[in-house]
T-cell receptor, first 114, second 110 residues
Framework: DTEVTQTPKHLVMGMTNKKSLKCEQH?????MYWYKQKAKKPPELMFV???????INESVPSRFSPECPNSSLLNLHLHALQPEDSALYLC?????????????FGPGTRLTVT | ELKVEQNPLFLSMQEGKNYTIYCNYS?????LYWYRQDPGKSLESLFV???NGAVKQEGRLMASLDTKARLSTLHITAAVHDLSATYFC??????????WGAGTKLIIKP
């Protein structure tokens, strides 16, 4: 199984709402990532979890709050977002310390902030 | 700081023609990845290149890596419409993070 799943596929939220994005993988990968991608741009790294610990936070505003409840799950909690936060949010996972370090991406959540 | 440059950024070509996308990077790395992205979709892994001289082929696509020149190429042979997509190269830095090229939008016309 080389699948990363993400829910929901689409999300529309107001600037005062609180919502969460979810990501799951069952490949035994111990690194998980959140990326943000705007149209016609490459993905931008937001957060990295290694062995369920936050290892990289790329100066992301506090209105984005990641959580890694266990080695298979990754959440991104959203609160008081701005319209410019509208984007495709991608989750990825990879092996670390061995192998190719290839990142496998989920289908993404298309987020619209109104 | 590792920087990755892709060119061209946009490529429109006829079916049946051959073309090459280039990916240059600024500092030493021996891990390079090619991804494909269809409009509104996620990223699909195409090739993982891990050593100097590595060459991988899948159908009409062939990727190669020259770590000494810090250059990877993605060659398209006898293009077909289904290959229309945006192609990204990404290079792994010393912190095991991917540094992305800007992407090449490929349009193949019948």
């Amino acid at each position: 199984d080389t699948e990363v799943t993400q829910t929901p596929k689409h999300l529309v939220m107001g600037m005062t709402n609180k919502k969460s994005l979810k990501c799951e993988q069952h490949m035994g990968h111990r690194a998980m990532y959140w990326y943000k991608q705007k149209a016609k741009k490459p993905p931008e790294l937001m957060f990295v979890y290694s062995y369920e610990k936050l290892s990289i936070n790329e100066s992301v505003p506090s209105r984005f709050s990641p959580e890694c409840p266990n080695s298979s799950l990754l959440n991104l909690h959203l609160h008081a977002l701005q319209p410019e936060d509208s984007a495709l949010y991608l989750c990825a996972s990879s092996q670390i310390l061995s192998g190719t370090y290839e990142q496998y991406f989920g289908p993404g959540t298309r987020l619209t902030v109104t | 700081e590792l920087k990755v440059e892709q060119n061209p950024l946009f490529l429109s070509m006829q079916e049946g023609k051959n073309y090459t996308i280039y990916c240059n990077y600024s500092t030493t790395s021996d891990r390079l990845y090619w991804y494909r992205q269809d409009p509104g979709k996620s990223l699909e892994s195409l090739f993982v290149l891990l050593s100097n001289g590595a060459v991988k082929q899948e159908g009409r696509l062939m990727a190669s890596l020259d770590t000494k020149a810090r250059l990877s190429t993605l060659h398209i042979t006898a293009a077909v419409h289904d290959l229309s997509a945006t192609y990204f190269c990404a290079v792994m830095d010393s912190n095991y993070q991917l540094i992305w090229g800007a992407g090449t939008k490929l349009i193949i016309k019948p």
